[in-house]
């Protein structure tokens, strides 16, 4: 059984950063590509950021420069540094596993996910 488990989300102000974690038990990532996917309130699930498991990054164009994703194999691990936070970051991120080696946006294309941890931005 595939487990994921999210943290490091939490309350910052405009500007600020924070680093979210994704440990991995179950299955070793190395294999496969992860992703980061967000959603708001009353909104649908938007994709945020992927790795590919050779290390290639993709990341939505309202992220771009101010998110990376990276990955710890060793760690089982995927991480999302944000710096530069906007309100309109606020959201629960959710990380997800996908079904093969290539980043995709899509979210069909991811098979596990984890429960999400909430990021508020205030302004």
């Known amino acids: 059984q595939v487990q994921l488990v999210e943290s490091g989300g939490g309350l910052v102000q405009a500007g600020g950063s924070l680093r979210l974690s994704c440990a991995a038990s179950g299955r070793t990532l190395s294999n496969f590509a992860m992703g980061w996917f967000r959603q708001a309130p009353g909104k649908e699930r938007d994709f945020v950021a992927a790795i590919s498991r050779g290390g290639s990054t993709y990341y939505a164009n309202s992220v771009k420069g101010r998110f990376s994703i990276s990955r710890d194999n060793a760690k089982n691990t995927v991480y999302l540094q944000m710096n530069s936070l906007k309100p309109e970051d606020t959201a629960i991120y959710y990380c997800?596993?996908?079904?093969?080696?290539?980043?995709?946006?899509?979210?069909?294309?991811?098979?596990?996910w984890g429960q999400g941890t909430q990021v508020s931005v205030s302004s």
């Open positions: 997800a596993v996908g079904a093969g080696g290539l980043l995709t946006t899509n979210p069909d294309r991811y098979t596990y």
